[in-house]
């Protein structure tokens, strides 16, 4: 089992481009949780999906970010017109069930995004 | 709100010593689940223990262990013969039982093994 696999690891881009991070759920995990972690502080909560279906994006800045599961292939946090703010590191989170919550949910190593 | 407080920003310890996190939580909630985290400079966020608000013993896992005091909402983390490999950041983190998922996270404690 090769755990929540996020790729890139690091990515950078400039002011004003479009940043895409995937993340791979742990085999059989078909919910995906998203979270942001700032420099010096603990995770904050983006969006939970489901496969092709979001199903609260309530920690998730209402422009330029949005995200998708689709029912084949990785989910993906997609961020347009990145801003210097933008920069953090993005975890995602999987789970088999709402269970997930009992069990203490599996991460990926994350991917950091650097806004130059 | 539900708030989670982590007061040490940094601890150190000796190696094969013993060293507690502290740990404060704010609810309304009476059913959830604590846990701490522990992410190692490679950035993984792993799973060090895991305790459920309806239970009234405390976890255990090998060196770690949880001190869970439901009324004073504390929930510290000890870690007994601490190893180089201990090194990291360690986070606690909250989750009610019922309706809710999002995980909500302190601060952090930076925890230095010192050789």
């Known amino acids: 089992n090769a755990g929540v696999m996020q790729n890139p690891r690091h990515l950078v881009r400039r002011r004003g481009q479009e940043a895409r991070l995937r993340c791979s759920p742990m085999?059989?995990?078909?919910?995906v949780y998203w979270y942001r972690q700032l420099p010096e502080e603990g995770l904050k909560f983006m969006v939970y999906?489901?496969?092709?279906?979001?199903?609260?994006e309530s920690g998730m800045p209402k422009e330029r970010f949005s995200a998708e599961f689709p029912k084949e292939g990785p989910s993906i946090l997609r961020i347009q017109q990145v801003v210097r703010g933008d920069s953090a590191a993005y975890f995602c989170?999987?789970?088999?069930?709402?269970?997930?919550?009992?069990?203490?949910?599996?991460f990926g190593s994350g991917t950091r995004l650097t806004v130059v | 709100a539900q708030t989670v407080t982590q007061s040490q920003p940094e601890m150190s310890v000796q190696e094969a010593e013993t060293v507690t996190l502290s740990c404060t939580y704010d609810?309304?909630?009476?059913?959830?689940?604590l846990f701490w985290y522990k992410q190692p400079p490679s950035r993984q966020m792993i799973l060090v223990i895991r305790?459920?608000?309806?239970k009234q013993q405390n976890a255990t896992e090998n060196r770690f262990s949880v001190n869970f005091q439901k009324a004073a909402k504390s929930f510290s983390l000890k870690i007994s013969d601490s190893q180089l490999g201990d090194a990291a950041m360690y986070f606690c983190a909250y989750v009610p039982m019922d309706s809710n998922y999002q995980l909500i996270w302190g601060a952090g404690t930076k925890l230095i093994i010192k050789p």
């Open positions: 085999k059989g995990h078909s919910h």
């Open positions: 989170a999987s789970s088999p069930s709402l269970t997930g919550r009992r069990e203490g949910y599996t």
């Open positions: 609810t309304s909630e009476s059913d959830y689940y």
């Open positions: 305790q459920e608000a309806y």
């Open positions: 999906l489901q496969k092709e279906n979001i199903i609260d």
